[in-house]
């Protein structure tokens, strides 16, 4: 039995190996050759790669990964696919000239995949408020007014700035820069700024006013020369780094007081930018200016995603198919080699059962039992699945244990006891005994019967008759009445 499952076993593993490999080759065949090509470009198969390795695919189909134009003209042209590709902007992206609900949600045109931003940036703009020609108040972290002069330096200093001195701060003052709070300045006074009376700032009064004998502690007024003309300036990545995320970017502007710079705050800065500085801005946008106008640069993706690649040879055949259905061959055929495995898998189970349960069409005649004499209980021969010993020729039950009476001839002629049956008394209906126990010749068989049988008249034997049917058998049909 365990045999059979084994083999049961092993029949199933090859049928799937088998399919499996049907359902491989038979996609392969039909998910590598371009199903739509439009104006050169095509969509990779089923296969997903990164950024860089959809760049590797297209050279090895003899192409180049497609730009965001190409795939645009070939759209415009019928061009449609159902799954998000890679374009040589570093943008996935999804081309569809008709609606499809399961296809870019029944959009149509150039579906850019979401979410689409640069992952990284070489800089970022950072805006400063309320910042005039250079001037800029700044407070202790702790509180207001809680800076010592050694520590107005030294928090300028970790601003890329440094103490205002009062020269400037009258500069910034006659440019309409004015607090509620006083600071230090690099004479080591401590001044406060207004431009309009406020009864709550400086007792209502206006100008530059010094505030003597409080010079323990203040706020500062810091100063920083590239904020001379305006309120928004770049930052790099720290460290030597050549880019870094939004975050990274927004984290770096805090660190100097600031925030991210929205679009607007950089159109409306009060000099133009330097051109052709890619930046983060506030928006989670990677800006920069050229000849003096803020451009937005195309979204982008992380690197590391997983999507098609488009690629285009403008020497490849244009062709579409005649059906605008999306090809899903190899989901078909794969589903077909699963529904035959399960078909295979149950003939097989089937056919096992069948023969191991002796069914009609696999019948096959068991093995019959070894040469011993039978016990009692085993029934007659003629019971379902029971089968003679060797020996017992004559078709007869034989109880091992239903001995003869001792015959002194047969013993004298060294031959084996002959065998009745005890059951007399039970159901056993003959009025026969047949036993073959012998293992004398013919010759011996004759001489036995004439010590028994004097009067040469046997009782159902011929003693001359010799022949080897006959050699072993002794028929004795003395017995009274049924058994």
């Known amino acids: 039995m365990t045999g059979s499952l084994h083999s049961i076993a092993n029949i199933i593993g090859i049928t799937m190996k088998i399919l499996f490999c049907l359902a491989i080759l038979l996609h392969t065949a039909t998910s590598e050759i371009h199903d739509i090509v439009v104006s050169g470009v095509f969509e990779s198969s ?36 159902c799954r998000f590709g890679w374009v040589e902007e570093q943008q996935i992206i999804l081309a569809r000239t008709t609606a499809n609900k399961s296809c870019g949600s029944n959009h149509i045109g150039i579906i850019k995949q979401e979410p689409c931003g640069y992952y990284i940036a070489p800089s970022a703009y950072c805006y400063k408020i309320k910042v005039v020609r250079g001037v800029f108040h700044v407070d202790s972290p702790s509180g207001k007014y809680n800076l010592t002069f050694a520590e107005a330096n030294s928090t300028c200093a970790g601003l890329n700035a440094t103490v205002a001195t009062e020269s400037q701060l009258r500069v910034a003052h006659a440019a309409g820069f004015q607090t509620c709070r006083a600071g230090w300045v690099a004479e080591q006074k401590i001044f406060i700024s207004r431009t309009t009376p406020a009864a709550e700032c400086a007792s209502g009064e206006v100008g530059i006013k010094e505030y003597p004998g409080t010079n323990e502690k203040s706020d500062v007024f810091c100063f920083r020369s590239d904020l001379n003309h305006t309120d928004v300036y770049v930052v790099y990545p720290p460290f030597g780094n050549s880019s870094m995320t939004y975050s990274e970017a927004t984290q770096q ?15 409306s800065a009060p000099t133009p930018i330097s051109d052709g500085i890619p930046g983060w801005s506030k928006d989670n946008d990677v800006v920069q200016f050229s000849s003096g106008n803020l451009t937005v640069t195309p979204c982008v993706n992380e690197p590391s995603q997983l999507a098609s690649a488009y690629c ?60 011993s004499t039978l016990e009692r209980d085993q029934g007659y021969d003629t019971a379902k699945g029971l089968y003679l010993p060797k020996w017992n020729k004559a078709g007869m039950f034989t109880p091992k244990d239903d001995m003869f009476h001792q015959i002194p001839s047969y013993q004298d002629a060294g031959t084996k006891l002959s065998v009745r049956s005890k059951a007399l008394n039970t159901a056993y209906r003959t009025h026969h005994f047949t036993n073959h126990g012998f293992e004398s010749t013919p010759e011996d068989s004759k001489q036995s019967f004439d010590k028994t049988h004097l009067d040469s008249s046997p009782a159902g034997v011929n003693p001359q008759d010799t022949s080897p049917g006959n050699s072993h058998e002794y028929i004795n049909t003395a017995f009274d009445g049924t058994f």
């Not at 579409?320 to 794969?334: G, Y």
């Open 253 to 267: 502007c805090l660190s100097l007081g600031d925030s991210l710079a929205s679009k607007e705050q950089l159109r």
């Open 312 to 371: 285009f040879n403008p020497n490849i055949t244009h062709f579409i198919p005649v059906s605008t259905n999306d090809d899903k061959l190899w989901l078909k055929i794969t589903i077909g080699c699963i529904i035959a495995a399960i078909c295979i898998i149950f003939i097989v189970v089937a056919a096992a059962y069948i023969r191991v349960n002796k069914c009609v069409c696999c019948t096959r005649r068991k093995k019959q039992a070894q040469d």
């Open 46 to 81: 089923i296969m997903t790669y990164n950024y860089t390795q959809s760049r590797e695919y297209c050279l090895s189909q003899n192409a180049t990964l497609a730009t965001l134009e190409q795939v645009t003209r070939a759209q415009n042209t019928s061009f449609q696919t």
